[in-house]
């Protein structure tokens, strides 16, 4: 049996993925909330704080106490920091970046003894093409995720192929869980309370409107499976009009995003 490493795996994607990989395979699921597991035949559920090294080191120790040979790593576990970068704190960049890209390569290094001729899949978003306002700490971490393990596939001399899905806009407890952990910036920030309320009322829409969380997994399954798959793949509508207009010049891209921005957020 295949051994295979989800984080993230209590909610959205992470959760539907784990139960499509249990069927025929051996997972060993990551959570940070005990009580969101699901019990299910062939899932070993292992503890990993994403915002702290120690908790990712001993989770990638126990990983290899299990085992001697991972064949597919899907790291999927994120969260969203919102705001203007005028007044974000910085120490919340950190966290974002601490979440969405230092977490995953710590523990891809930790894991690489047992990953020779492994296949790494990182669940990235839409958001790497980097054309978002107010969501700029999350836009970037994803982009790093990306430049990281991009530069990673090259480099490594064990064979291991790395995988970006960059999935539009889905129906999963992210948004409601972005608000919520943005709900100070958003009900105090100064000069910016039309838009803060736009992207809280979006996020929340969103959290009913977007892609099956069911239709992602299975396509990220049927991928996980290919001979030959590519090295990115852009899931959903949305996410294939934001990689076209990342396309274009810098300045042209700017304008179009402030006057859709400006038309939303007083309509």
Not at 32 to 44: H, P, Q, S
Not at 117 to 142: D, H, L, R
Not at 253 to 266: A, E, F, S
Request: proline share 3%.
């Amino acid at each position: 049996m295949k051994n295979i490493i989800i984080t993230g795996s209590t909610s959205g994607i992470g959760k539907e993925l784990v139960k499509l990989f249990a069927k025929n395979y051996k997972v060993y699921a990551a959570y940070r909330n005990k009580n969101l597991i699901e019990a299910l035949e062939n899932v070993e559920y292992f503890y990993m704080d994403m915002t702290n090294k120690k908790s990712i080191i001993e989770a990638a120790n126990f990983i290899k106490s299990k085992t001697d040979k991972i064949d597919l790593l899907i790291n999927v576990a994120g969260c969203v920091i919102a705001g203007p970068v005028e007044t974000i704190n910085t120490d919340n960049i950190r966290e974002q970046f601490e979440v969405n890209t230092f977490s995953h390569i710590e523990f891809t290094q930790n894991l690489l003894p047992i990953m020779e001729n492994s296949t790494i899949i990182n669940i990235s978003s839409m958001a790497s093409f980097g054309q978002f306002p107010f969501i700029s700490p999350y836009c970037a971490s994803k982009r790093a995720l990306d430049i990281f393990f991009n530069a990673f596939s090259i480099e490594n001399h064990k064979n291991i192929k790395v995988i970006s899905i960059k999935p539009g806009v889905i129906v999963t407890p992210l948004w409601s869980k972005s608000v919520d952990k943005n709900a100070n910036i958003i009900n105090n920030c100064t000069g910016y309370e039309k838009e803060m309320n736009f992207m809280k009322q979006n996020a929340l829409k969103n959290q009913e409107k977007g892609l099956k969380v069911e239709n992602v997994a299975n396509k990220i399954y049927k991928i996980a499976h290919k001979k030959n798959p590519k090295t990115s793949y852009t899931i959903g509508f949305d996410a294939k009009i934001a990689e076209l207009l990342s396309l274009l010049p810098q300045d042209l891209l700017n304008k179009i995003v402030k006057l859709g921005l400006n038309y939303r957020v007083n309509h």
